[in-house]
């Protein structure tokens, strides 16, 4: 499963290098959590849980139905 969400991480990740940004995939968990931390510009950026949800966690929702929730650590 990690694999699988770090390939829909590699999709997300030129958007977020482009403003300064970065994710980092830290876990996913048995219950199907994944959680990631927000790097550079995007860890202190006000927008963040707007880019974590309506961007990231949508997006691996979307290709990998069986993920839960997406989080930031």
């Keep these: 499963m ?4 770090q390939e829909v991480l590699e ?3 030129p958007s977020l290098q482009a403003d300064g ?3 980092e995939l830290v ?8 959680k ?7 860890k202190g950026c ?3 849980q707007m880019t974590l949800k309506n ?4 997006l691996i929702m979307q290709e990998l139905p069986q993920i839960k929730s997406v989080e930031s650590v």
């Design 2 to 5: 990690k694999e699988q969400v």
């Design 36 to 42: 990631v931390q927000l790097q550079g510009a995007c």
């Design 55 to 58: 961007g990231i966690e949508r």
């Design 21 to 23: 940004g970065d994710v």
């Design 27 to 34: 876990e996913v968990t048995e219950d199907n959590v994944v």
């Design 11 to 13: 999709k997300i990740r």
């Design 46 to 48: 006000p927008m963040s």
